[in-house]
C-alpha cells in the first residue's frame, strides 16, 4: 500500500457508514462494529473494490443494491455466510483483510474516498479495454495536431505582418502537412 490510512481516518468513516446505511446482512453491521471497537483489527483492514481478487476479503452490501448481501473471499473460495468470515476475522486478526462496500453513490462520499486504498490485486488501469486505450490515443493525436495547427496559422498570420515571404512559403508547407496528417487520423476506424 503506498498511502497508510490512519486509524482515526477509518474509524470516522465507518461511524458515519454505520449512521447513514443499512447493510442487506445484519451480521455485516455486526462486523464492521466488530472493527470499529478493535484497533488492532481495523488496522489491518483496507477498504478497497473488487475485494474478490484479493486473497482474504469481504463484499458488504447495503439494502437497494443489487449485488449479494455478503460474500467472503479466502483464498480464491467464496463464502456467503458471516458468521464465518468473522470468526475468521477473530482468529487471524494479524492478517490483512480488504472490504468491499456497495452503496449508493459511493464516488460522492468524502468518507468513503478518504479510506479508498488501491487494491494491490488488482488494478484499475489493468481492466481498459485495447479498444479505449485505442481511441484515447487517437483523441489526444487528434488534440495534438489541431494545437499544432491553430499554432501554424498564428504564425502564418505573424509572417504576413511582418512581410516574411520564405517564413511563410515554409509555414504554408508545414500547414499542409498538419492538414493531411489530421485528414488521415479522422480516417481512423475509431472516429
Do not use: C
Request: hydrophobic content about 35%; charged content about 30%.
Amino acid at each position: 500500500m503506498s498511502i497508510q490510512i490512519s486509524l482515526e481516518a477509518k474509524k470516522i468513516f465507518l461511524s458515519w457508514f454505520l449512521d447513514r446505511h443499512q447493510l442487506k446482512r445484519r451480521e455485516s453491521m455486526w462486523i464492521l462494529n466488530y472493527l470499529l471497537n478493535h484497533d488492532i483489527v481495523l488496522n489491518k483492514v483496507h477498504f478497497v473494490e473488487a475485494a474478490e481478487k484479493t486473497p482474504r476479503g469481504m463484499m458488504m452490501s447495503t439494502t437497494g443494491m443489487s449485488n449479494e448481501p455478503f460474500l467472503f473471499y479466502k483464498n480464491g473460495t467464496v463464502f456467503s455466510d458471516p458468521e464465518q468470515a468473522f470468526h475468521e476475522v477473530r482468529l487471524n486478526w494479524q492478517e490483512e483483510m480488504y472490504i468491499e462496500l456497495i452503496f449508493s453513490n459511493p464516488w460522492k462520499s468524502a468518507e468513503y474516498l478518504t479510506v479508498l486504498e488501491d487494491n494491490p490485486y488488482f488494478k484499475w488501469n489493468e481492466t481498459i479495454s485495447e479498444k479505449l486505450i485505442e481511441e484515447v490515443e487517437l483523441a489526444l493525436e487528434t488534440l495534438s495536431l489541431t494545437e499544432r495547427k491553430q499554432n501554424t496559422l498564428h504564425q502564418i498570420d505573424l509572417s504576413l505582418e511582418e512581410e516574411d515571404r520564405e517564413k511563410f512559403i515554409q509555414l504554408s508547407n508545414q500547414l499542409k502537412k498538419i492538414e493531411d496528417d489530421l485528414k488521415n487520423e479522422q480516417k481512423k476506424p475509431n472516429h
